[in-house]
């Protein structure tokens, strides 16, 4: 593409996504995310990106998925995603950062410098799948998308509006036909075609009941599991909460980030003593599950709880096909509650690495086992198979022993139920229901496995969060001096206490992190840690802490 064609881009923002606000925006934890009325620019400017990143790749699709997650409706957000399902490569975030803060007037020189130094071929082909969440701004950052992607001669396809993780996944499928049809059609024939395979062949047993209770976040996650719940057949009897309708506000007061974060059930949903209740977050890439007890207590089964039970599961999956060589580990961050932590090491005997918090360093660092399962706390993970696992499991199911076939042949409909590319609620939803299923375990059984540790998250409003550094995965502070030495000091105080901060990287405040032997000590540490960082890191305002 010659020079002289770049200058479309300058005309199509200054016509139509003018930047019109000098506030920095950095792509950070999952891509660019503020007020939607901050965004349209950015957006058009990362359709730009992705038909670079494009042609970087060869022509291989690219994805650009417009949402804020769990954050309230006013906040959108659009995040890059690469030709394997997974997230932007973390060397390009800079790119994209940059790209997004330059002036219009700059604009056309700064895209043909990246163009120039990324080494993009701009004859190739270039090819964006777009796709979006259910807020009312997102159509139009969609409509801004597509002409960043037009206006360097790309092909965009918009698939309007989905979950993030399908958009992944028809990503993975449009660049490895291997993996499924890059469809939602594709996407439910994949994963709810395999739960369904799974449970001809696992009868209902024990304590397992077929009925559960869905809160949507009144997002997409729910209304695509009513499209999903008409083709299940009884296979499992979902209740549908929180779809969008009735005034229901997206993920206020409820939807999975509410659930775990404030430790209470959403509003909007039915209250059944001792009946599981999944709960999605906005845009159905995270699930935790909760029920009440008989005295309306809650009890929360988050990400480390899914991860747990997933592994245990998988382990004896491969024992009963006999796959011993292949190796399995469990990748958690900080915010994993310690005593899942000690079960997943000391009873499963499973390996545990932590990492920092952010998808991509879970995923990445799943990939360097056969079989990793990464979970963040607040429910957002998945598990990941190597073409090695794939092909032993594939071979055992054709030439094992007869009972070593029948484990294998489940175990692969397992894998196919799976969204390898990104932690996904649907799919997540279905391997713990196909778990609890084959058990024949409600919920309080599967709660039994190990009490978890009293938690507490609370955030701090500082002048500048960046000038928080941590090392060791976020475990410990490096900068402002003497923090850490504060922490510590403080922590010493708590029975079985731990707590580190760190600043988001979605929204403009430091997180803290807090656990002890009770709920009172775990609240009491929390709060000392958030006055340590509003007195030592320049906070703002009068109140040290705020609830997370
Ligand atoms: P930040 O804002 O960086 O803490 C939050 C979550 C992450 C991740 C991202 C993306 C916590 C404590 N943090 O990031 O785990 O999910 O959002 O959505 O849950
Ligand atoms: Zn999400």
């Not at 879970?362 to 696992?389: C, K, P, R, W």
Request: charged fraction near 20%.
């Amino acid at each position: 593409m010659p020079p002289s064609s770049l200058r479309v881009v300058y005309a199509f923002a200054r016509e139509m996504h003018p930047k019109t606000t000098d506030v920095f925006i950095q792509y950070g934890t999952a891509g660019f995310r503020t007020k939607a009325s901050l965004l349209e620019h950015v957006v058009y400017r990362m359709g730009l990106l992705a038909v670079i990143r494009s042609r970087v790749k060869n022509g291989r699709t690219i994805g650009m998925m417009i949402t804020a997650s769990h954050n309230l409706e006013p906040d959108n957000g659009v995040k890059l995603v690469d030709p394997d399902g997974e997230m932007l490569e973390q060397s390009w975030e800079e790119i994209a950062t940059r790209l997004a803060n330059v002036s219009d007037n700059d604009l056309e020189s700064t895209t043909a410098q990246v163009i120039k130094e990324v080494n993009a071929d701009m004859a190739l082909k270039a090819s964006v799948y777009i796709g979006m969440d259910t807020r009312y701004t997102s159509p139009r950052l969609a409509a801004a998308a597509v002409h960043g992607v037009i206006a360097l001669k790309g092909t965009p396809k918009e698939f309007g509006i989905v979950t993030t993780p399908m958009l992944h996944y028809c990503v993975k499928c449009r660049n490895d036909n291997t993996y499924g049809t890059p469809t939602e059609e594709g996407y439910y024939e994949k994963i709810v075609g395999a739960f369904k395979n799974i449970r001809q062949k696992l009868p209902v047993t024990g304590d397992y009941s077929t009925t559960l209770y869905v809160d949507g976040a009144n997002g997409v996650g729910g209304k695509k599991l009513n499209i999903i719940r008409k083709s299940l057949d009884g296979e499992l009897d979902l209740n549908l909460y929180n779809l969008g309708g009735n005034g229901g506000k997206l993920n206020l007061n409820c939807g999975a980030d509410f659930v775990k974060v404030s430790q209470q059930p959403p509003v909007g949903v039915e209250h059944v003593a001792f009946q599981r209740v999944a709960s999605l977050d906005g845009d159905g890439d995270r699930l935790v599950y909760y029920y009440l007890d008989d005295k309306n207590k809650m009890h929360l089964l988050d990400g480390d709880r899914i991860a747990t039970l997933l592994a245990s599961y998988i382990t004896q999956l491969q024992t009963a096909c006999n796959a011993p060589a292949l190796t399995i580990g469990l990748v958690q961050t900080a915010y994993a509650n310690g005593a899942s932590t000690r079960y997943i090491t000391q009873e499963l005997k499973i390996p545990v690495t932590c990492v920092k918090t952010g998808v991509k360093h879970l995923h990445h660092a799943a990939m360097s086992y056969d079989i990793g399962i990464y979970f963040e706390a607040n429910g957002h993970g998945t598990v990941v198979y190597s073409q090695q696992a794939k092909a032993t499991i594939s071979k055992i199911a054709e030439e094992g022993e007869p009972e070593e076939r029948k484990a294998a042949q489940l175990f692969l409909n397992f894998i196919d139920m799976t969204n390898e590319t990104v932690g996904d609620a649907i799919s997540d939803l279905f391997l713990v229901e196909t778990v609890l299923c084959a058990r024949g375990q409600n919920a309080t059984q599967w709660m039994a496995a190990y009490d978890d540790l009293p938690c507490r998250q609370l955030k701090v409003t500082v002048q500048d969060r960046n000038a928080i550094s941590t090392t060791d995965a976020e475990r410990q502070c490096t900068a402002p001096e003497g923090l850490q030495t504060r922490i510590d000091e403080l922590v010493s105080h708590y029975t079985s206490g731990r707590a580190f901060v760190r600043p988001s990287g979605t929204e403009d405040v430091v997180r803290v992190y807090s656990e002890a032997d009770t709920q009172e000590n775990a609240d009491k540490l929390a709060a000392e840690v958030a006055q340590a960082v509003f007195d030592l890191a320049g906070g703002v305002g009068t109140r040290a802490e705020i609830p997370a």
